[in-house]
């Protein structure tokens, strides 16, 4: 990480550059540092995890009113959603979507209430995830197709799980 901006939606959303080395043998990206991430946010991870999907696979939005995430895509390529689902936001139902990939690697901090999810644009792709709470706290889902929210995903057909048939 070496520099971040805002969200051109949402206020709360730090989108992060990584620091990225490259030459004749491949990459090497520099995925998280404390000393910057301190110096511009108070949130502290507790928990990381990884989800590997197939191309098509659209994993959410889920959300909780805890946690605070911090995502990006190491291998592959995924069109990233977030909608604000906190009632009492003058962005409530409002939503902004980002192209994440491992050639510019970028990284999103997405804030409690806020749905989140992805569909993989690439063969394979791996979504990684910083969490400032253990998994388990309750959550919500919101249905990809909500009317409310009106999100454009491309590509059909999609491919979702059972949870995400809302």
């Known amino acids: ?32 540092n404390e000393e910057y991430f301190n110096s511009v ?25 805890e946690t605070w995430k911090l995502v990006c895509c190491p291998y592959g390529e995924i069109y990233f959603v977030l909608a604000d689902m906190r009632e009492d936001s003058s ?16 990284f999103i ?7 989140n999810g992805h569909l993989v644009l690439s063969d394979f792709a791996v979504f990684h995830y910083k969490q400032s709470t253990y998994y388990g706290t309750q959550q919500f889902t919101v249905g990809h197709d909500d009317e409310r929210i009106g999100v454009f995903w491309p590509n059909v057909p ?8 809302v």
């Open 158 to 165: 999609i491919i979702k799980s059972q949870r995400d048939t």
């Open 1 to 32: 990480m070496n520099n971040h901006q805002v969200s051109s939606v949402f206020n709360e959303v730090l989108i992060f550059d990584a620091s990225i080395f490259r030459d004749f043998r491949g990459t090497y990206v520099e995925s998280f």
């Open 109 to 115: 901090l997405v804030p409690p209430g806020f749905a």
């Open 41 to 65: 946010s108070d949130v502290t991870f507790v928990q990381d995890d990884f989800s590997t999907s197939k191309q098509n696979v659209l994993r959410g939005l889920h959300g909780d009113f």
């Open 91 to 106: 962005t409530y139902l409002k939503w902004e979507s980002f192209i994440l990939n491992a050639n510019a690697p970028k």
